[in-house]
């Protein structure tokens, strides 16, 4: 029998428009090539802007993981303007950082991965659900299921601390360049200690034993949705008055051996996208071409000294000791979860010890420097803002997402991303499953490809008019 094609399209619970080609030889997937759908265009967007105005316009990128977005271009103009950041303006920083990074995975696990493991109740959203493989007692099912609506509760109260010194959640207003703009009163600090407190409880009451239940129930998805190790991380909650100390670390871990990352060896190759270089452009600019034989996707490979590196939670918690466990769909799962109470930890932790006071914020008005990259791992790993800037406006920005390093196409000597990679091997044993395997797989990634792809219309002849949406 030849090579049979399954088009995954949309894959859904997942952030932005996602489609999957999966080319299967007696059962096993020998080809996938993952394509995101969608170009926004943000660069783009920013060019001629003043340069202030990054921390609010790259913000709109996603409403997931905003805030990931709000602090690294905080970090850019800081090192533009050569800010001095105080203490309470770090801790402060990070408490927003970190309790989005907990709205997030609270979603992530029972929104959009919950359903590929549990039956739900049979009513929206949760109509007409393909429980093929769902394996729980009718007892656990039932209590996991009822833990989705704790899971809206405890999500809501991340989010609820982002606003309190945030301004407003998702695309917070405070966490800008020089430090923090809203004044971290006792009061306020009061209200997030017992928000964390319930989130806190709710990780450990919940979402901790119902990732172990899962993983004991699927304990074969620990040698299924495999990659080869290569992680990457730009470290997470930066400290110092030059955003210059990492409390998690970066690192780039490849054949068990870790170094720290060297900015100079990323590379944007766009074989397999939808772009395209003219001559008289420079060597890393691109213009869209959807109509480019050979491409597949929106999504620019981005290597790493040649190679393709995962990142995200598991990335985090290997390069920072925290886990030993493998490269696994459940591996990556159990590892967010993990992360997820050694945030809670952190941010009670930094509650107590933020000053009440003014606003913590000095912003210099004279740039320092023409040019910047700053970086820090987002909730799926690592992100990357590089601005030159010319009396205040932007004349290049640039965005290498999480979800772009995850995604990433084939590059230009064919090997694959890591996605794309964990997919392939992969046996599909009955047609019943052609959709459910590929869809935990894919889904562990946590997946947020309005970071990664954009959108343009085509409304004028022979004219691309860039869109935000």
């Not at 920072?320 to 159990?334: E, H, K, Q």
Request: aromatic share 10%; glycine share 6%; hydrophobic share 40%.
């Amino acid at each position: 029998m030849s090579p049979q094609k399954i088009l995954f399209s949309p894959v859904t619970r997942l952030s932005g428009l996602l489609s999957v080609e999966l080319t299967v030889d007696a059962g096993i997937v020998i080809d996938a090539e993952v394509s995101s759908t969608m170009f926004r265009g943000f660069e783009y967007i920013m060019r001629n802007r003043h340069v202030t105005d990054a921390v609010y316009m790259t913000q709109r990128i996603c409403g997931i993981c905003s805030t990931a977005h709000g602090a690294v271009a905080s970090y850019l103009l800081d090192t533009l303007y050569d800010n001095d950041i105080d203490e309470n303006a770090q801790y402060l920083r990070n408490i927003m950082f970190a309790a989005d990074f907990l709205q997030n995975h609270i979603r992530h696990f029972y929104f959009f991965g919950l359903p590929d493991f549990v039956i739900m109740p049979n009513k929206p959203p949760f109509l007409n659900q393909n429980c093929f493989d769902c394996r729980l007692n009718t007892e656990d099912n039932q209590r996991l299921a009822s833990h989705y609506a704790e899971a809206i509760k405890a999500a809501e109260k991340s989010h609820q601390i982002l606003t309190l010194f945030g301004g407003k959640a998702p695309h917070q207003h405070s966490f800008i360049h020089g430090g923090a703009a809203v004044a971290p009163t006792a009061d306020k600090v009061n209200q997030a200690l017992a928000l964390i407190r319930d989130i806190h409880a709710f990780v450990q009451r919940y979402m901790l034993p119902d990732t172990e239940l899962i993983s004991q129930c699927y304990q074969d998805y620990y040698h299924i949705g495999e990659t080869p190790g290569c992680f990457l991380s730009f470290g997470l909650f930066r400290f110092g008055p030059k955003n210059d100390q990492l409390l998690w670390k970066d690192g780039v871990l490849n054949a068990n051996q870790l170094t720290k990352p060297n900015l100079d060896l990323i590379q944007e190759d766009i074989a397999k996208a939808w772009y395209e270089r003219a001559k008289w452009m420079e060597q890393n600019d691109v213009l869209p071409a959807p109509h480019k034989a050979g491409a597949y996707t929106w999504t620019k490979a981005v290597l790493y000294n040649g190679q393709h590196f995962e990142g995200g939670p598991l990335a985090r918690m290997k390069i920072n000791g925290f886990y030993n466990g493998g490269t696994s769909t459940m591996d990556r799962i159990t590892a967010r979860t993990l992360e997820t109470l050694l945030i809670t930890e952190l941010l009670e932790e930094w509650l107590h010890a933020l000053e009440p006071g003014l606003p913590p914020i000095q912003q210099k008005r004279e740039l320092a420097q023409n040019q910047a990259i700053a970086t820090t791992d987002a909730m799926r790993g690592p992100l990357l803002h590089y601005a030159h800037v010319e009396n205040e406006q932007v004349e290049k920005y640039d965005i290498i997402t999480p979800t772009a390093w995850n995604f990433s196409p084939k590059d230009a000597n064919g090997n694959h991303g890591p996605a794309e990679t964990a997919l392939i091997s992969t046996e599909i044993p009955s047609p019943d499953l052609k959709y459910i395997i590929p869809g935990r797989i894919i889904r562990s990634f946590d997946p947020c490809v309005s970071c990664a792809t954009h959108l343009i219309d085509y409304s004028k002849k022979n004219t691309v008019n860039i869109i935000t949406t």
